[in-house]
Every structure is written in structure tokens, then in C-alpha cells.
């Protein structure tokens, strides 16, 4: 199998084996293996080039747009600090064991966007990001599990990982980071690069660099029930618009002013059952999951085009060009919304024929685009464009 920046080709199948999960296709993985158990893959992506050199990820690390973390560790003290950082955050004193980690890559580098292609057979309203860890030799985040599905895909380097089935996930009290209080490894492999380490969530793990190296996460969001919550309540304060108001036109007078009485509580039950309907609505929840799930996280910033084009100069590019999506759009779609970055759009034909393929591809060829072409189309796209969503394609 050829690779390129990491970039597994000819994989579309779900059938197929893939060299990507061991030889097993995409079906088997999901049925056996996936939010079930532990997969170690050798040599997942042969000859692995990795999407960044140390050098860039730790260039990465002192950008104010990324969301990087400096974990260390001093003997039993654990420190972590919140990026951006400068050079000489990298040269702590010999003794002290360091991992830098930086989320969400694939914002960054177009290789990195195509390394988690590899995993588009999962789909995409699963994927959370691609981080990346650099750690010096013996260095490690500590024991502990995670809420979310991870590949972790060995880079330069090789690192120990150890694994285990225990339950007790009780984490040690007074560190600034999560580590198990009772890490019991159950087994233990050493990856080297091109390996990969499938995690379920809460699989309890631990990560020893054997030497320096760099590690890749490929992780897949799995939010809790309060989480999703708490996202739906916040959307339904910003969505709902509901009428009426408080009125006690039947209101008599009270020996207990200071008392709530079963009246007036009746009139609230009946003036929030509208948050009730809404709540239940499936066309809510629906619409609600589409802008959640492409949310921006909350320190990602679109960069709209300094010198935009004129509307006839984007057109006639994206005709030669074609389209491509920025790195940090999400585009999500179900039978009746395509959602943006959050938003949901109700388009319809063309518009929404064109969104989907550009959702499920991230790039639209030229041909691609004439097949589509008409006014109101081409105006979509171009004030995608303007909004810093999409560009003309890189070739
Ligand atoms: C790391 O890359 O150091 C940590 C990854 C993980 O354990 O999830
Ligand atoms: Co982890």
C-alpha cells in the first residue's frame, strides 16, 4: 500500500480489507472492534510520512490560533499549561520529563487534513480533531481514559502503551491533570512508527515515550448526556421565540403576601409548556444536532479574504479550479438542512445538491461545479467565500 503524507489511497469500500485496520474491512472493524475493544494495528500506514515535523509542531505550539497544552513532570509533580508558548518553554531543566500536545491539526496543515481522510469510513459528525503529542524519551501524559474513540497512530519514535480493562477509573485527587489513582496494565505494546492503537472510550491507558517521539490522535467525540444537555439548552435560549405572558386577570387577595400560591404555580407549568413542546420536537433536535455538531470550537477564527474577488472573477476561478473547503469548516448535512459552521441552511436544488458533494468530498472539481452551475448557486458559493468557508481549489 502507497503512502503519501500519511494518506492511504483506494479505500473507499466498506467491504474491502483495509491495510489501514490490519487487513480487516471497515465493516468488520465496526462490528467487533469499534466502542467494544482494543485493536493494535502493525504497520497501518506503511512507510508513514507524518503531515508535521517536530520542528512544526512545536512551531504550531506558539501560535495564539491553536490550543496547545505543555504537560510536565517532575518525579510525582504534574504540571500543565495552556499554550501559546515561546521557544524556551521547550528547554526545561534535563530532569524534567515533557509533552507538548496541540488539538485540532487538521486546521493547520492540508496533509494533516488528509491523514484523517483515512478514517472517513467513520462518519464525519464522529470526528472531534487530529491532535498531536511530541514527548522527549521516558516522558507520558500519565495513566488514564478518555470519553472519546481514538486511534492513536505511532509518527517518529516508538512509545510504550500500556492498557487495561480495569473499571475503577478513579483519578488521582489534587493534580492539575486527569491521572488514575489504579493503573493496573492488563497489556502492553510498543509502537513504532506506522502502528496504531484503536481505544474505545474509558479504556484506560498509559503512554511511555521509549524515545522521543511524536504520536497522533485521531479522536472521535462521544459527548455525555450532560454535555449534549447543556449544548441544548443553550440552543434552545438562543432559537426559541415563544408568545404570551404572565397574566393573573383572576388574582385575589392574599393574608400571606409573602407565599407562592398553587395559582400562581399553575401559571408557570402552563407559560413553560411551550419550552416542553419545543424540547420534544423532533424537527428541533434535528435541527439543533446539525449546528451542534459543526459548532466551531470556541478559539477557532475564519479568516475571511483580505482582497475578496469580485463575484464574475470567483466564478470563472472556481470554473477552472474548482473549490475546496477551508480547513476549519465543518459541513454537515441531513435530508432537509445543510449545516455550516453551526448554521443551518435550508437549501434547496442546486444549492443543495452541490453543498452535499462538497460536504461529503471538501472539494468540488470544476466539472463538478458546471454540472451545477446556475445563478443562485454560484451567489451561494461566492458568499461562502466571503465569509472565509470555502476558497478556489488549490490546483
Ligand atoms: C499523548 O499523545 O501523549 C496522549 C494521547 C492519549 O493518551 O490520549
Ligand atoms: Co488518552
Redesign the pocket.
Known amino acids: 500500500m502507497s503512502s503519501t503524507h500519511g494518506k492511504v489511497r483506494n479505500q473507499n469500500s466498506s467491504s474491502r480489507s483495509l491495510a489501514l485496520l490490519g487487513g480487516i474491512s471497515a465493516d468488520v472493524f465496526l462490528r467487533d472492534y469499534w466502542q467494544k475493544k482494543p485493536l493494535l494495528i502493525r504497520n497501518a500506514i506503511h512507510d508513514f510520512v507524518a503531515p508535521l515535523s517536530k520542528k512544526e509542531v512545536l512551531t504550531l505550539a506558539r501560535r495564539d490560533d491553536a490550543e496547545s497544552r505543555l504537560?510536565t513532570r517532575d518525579t510525582n509533580m504534574w504540571r500543565i499549561e495552556h499554550g501559546p508558548f515561546s521557544a524556551r518553554d521547550f528547554r526545561p531543566p534535563k530532569t524534567i520529563l515533557w509533552?507538548v500536545?496541540v488539538q485540532d491539526v487538521q486546521h493547520f496543515s492540508h496533509e494533516a487534513h488528509e491523514l484523517l481522510e483515512n478514517f472517513n469510513f467513520i462518519p464525519q459528525a464522529r470526528i472531534d480533531d487530529l491532535?498531536?503529542?511530541y514527548?522527549v524519551a521516558g516522558?507520558?501524559?500519565g495513566p488514564?481514559f478518555?470519553s472519546y474513540d481514538?486511534f492513536?497512530l505511532q509518527g517518529s519514535g516508538r512509545?510504550r502503551w500500556q492498557i487495561s480493562s480495569q473499571k475503577d477509573l478513579r483519578l488521582k485527587a489534587d493534580l492539575p491533570l486527569k491521572v488514575l489513582s489504579h493503573f493496573k496494565p492488563t497489556e502492553e505494546f510498543i509502537l513504532n512508527t506506522g502502528d496504531m492503537l484503536y481505544?474505545p472510550p474509558s479504556v484506560a491507558?498509559?503512554?511511555i515515550?521509549e524515545t522521543e517521539c511524536l504520536?497522533?490522535?485521531v479522536?472521535f467525540r462521544a459527548p455525555s448526556t450532560q454535555e449534549l444537555s447543556m449544548a441544548f439548552l443553550d440552543y434552545l435560549r438562543d432559537s426559541l421565540q415563544l408568545p404570551g405572558q404572565y397574566a393573573d386577570r383572576d388574582l385575589k387577595s392574599t393574608r400571606h403576601p409573602a407565599k407562592i400560591d398553587i395559582a400562581m404555580q399553575r401559571r408557570f407549568v402552563n407559560l413553560l409548556d411551550g419550552v416542553r413542546n419545543v424540547s420534544r420536537s423532533k424537527a428541533a433536535i434535528r435541527q439543533f444536532t446539525g449546528c451542534y455538531l459543526t459548532e466551531p470550537k470556541t478559539h477557532v477564527v475564519f479568516e475571511t479574504p483580505e482582497m475578496p474577488l469580485s463575484s464574475d472573477a470567483f466564478g470563472k476561478l472556481a470554473m477552472r479550479h474548482g473549490l475546496e473547503l477551508d480547513l476549519k469548516t465543518r459541513v454537515l448535512y441531513d435530508d432537509e438542512h445543510v449545516f455550516i459552521n453551526g448554521e443551518a441552511k435550508t437549501a434547496i436544488g442546486g444549492v443543495r445538491a452541490i453543498l452535499r458533494e462538497l460536504a461529503d468530498r471538501r472539494s468540488l472539481t470544476a466539472s463538478g461545479i458546471a454540472k451545477f452551475e446556475s445563478g443562485p448557486t454560484l451567489a451561494f458559493l461566492y458568499q461562502c467565500y466571503c465569509d472565509g468557508v470555502l476558497a478556489i481549489g488549490r490546483h
Open positions: 504537560i509533552t500536545l491532535m498531536v503529542s514527548a516522558a507520558g501524559v488514564h478518555d481514538v492513536l512509545r481505544l491507558h498509559n503512554g515515550a504520536t497522533w490522535s479522536g
